[in-house]
């Protein structure tokens, strides 16, 4: 069964705290990405990983960083939690190289106090 | 980054009644993925399309690299179609661009 799982589901920070989300694929999938979801908005690409240990920032990295030590695991990390990120964060995968379909995990709403 | 853009932005439909969405792009891509989200917030993966046409039940899109467009159908629109339907473009190199979505409400 293909599936990208996040944990956690639901999150509450204060200001100033640290945050991992945290992503799983069970399909050996060697890319995978953060994105986030404000309202009204789609979805904005903040990282995406190649491979392990080989990312990329995407479009609004900053404040964030990402680390995947294993393929089918890839982290989201924010130092020092702004409210300015409160946001839904949606984890994605897909194979390598082509012409392929996204895999979304359910996504992890973060609120930040 | 590359703008997409899909029209119309809010749609409302009657049970029955049929519509089409559009997602435009401005340069040529590889591909288009269609999503539906769902009150809960799941994004559900309706088509992948690197060409052509492809049709699932009441839902049909298709995909015009040269001309730059993306369609998706619905027909016989039903109450569980309510949602905001995305469109994201495969830009070739790994990357993906949304667009802003197309907020449809079937009403009975």
């Known amino acids: 069964d293909m599936k990208v799982t996040q944990m956690p589901r639901y999150l509450i920070k204060r200001m100033g705290e640290n945050v991992l989300l945290e992503c799983g694929q069970d399909?050996?999938?060697?890319?995978m990405y953060w994105y986030r979801q404000d309202p009204g908005l789609g979805l904005q690409l903040i990282y995406i990983?190649?491979?392990?240990?080989?990312?990329s920032e995407g479009d609004i990295p900053k404040g964030y960083r990402v680390s995947r030590k294993k393929r089918e695991h890839f982290s989201l990390i924010l130092d020092s939690a702004k409210t300015n990120q409160t946001s839904v964060y949606f984890c994605?995968?897909?194979?390598?190289?082509?012409?392929?379909?996204?895999?979304f995990g359910p996504g992890t709403r973060l609120t930040v106090l | 980054g590359m703008p997409v853009e899909q029209n119309p932005p809010a749609l409302s439909l009657y049970e029955g009644a049929e519509s089409g969405l559009r997602c435009n792009f401005s340069t040529t891509m590889k591909g288009v993925q269609w999503f539906q989200q769902n009150h809960r917030g799941r994004l559900i993966t309706l088509f992948y399309l690197a060409q052509g046409t492809k049709e699932n039940g009441r839902l049909k899109s298709t995909f015009n690299s040269k001309e730059r467009y993306s369609t998706l159908h619905i027909k016989d629109a039903q109450l569980e179609d309510s949602g905001t339907y995305f469109c994201?473009?495969?830009?070739?190199?790994?990357?993906?661009?949304f667009g802003a979505g197309t907020r449809l409400k079937v009403i009975a």
């Open positions: 399909m050996s999938h060697e890319t």
């Open positions: 994605a995968s897909r194979p390598g190289q082509g012409a392929y379909e996204q895999y």
């Open positions: 990983s190649y491979d392990v240990d080989s990312n």
């Open positions: 994201a473009v495969d830009t070739g190199n790994y990357k993906y661009v």
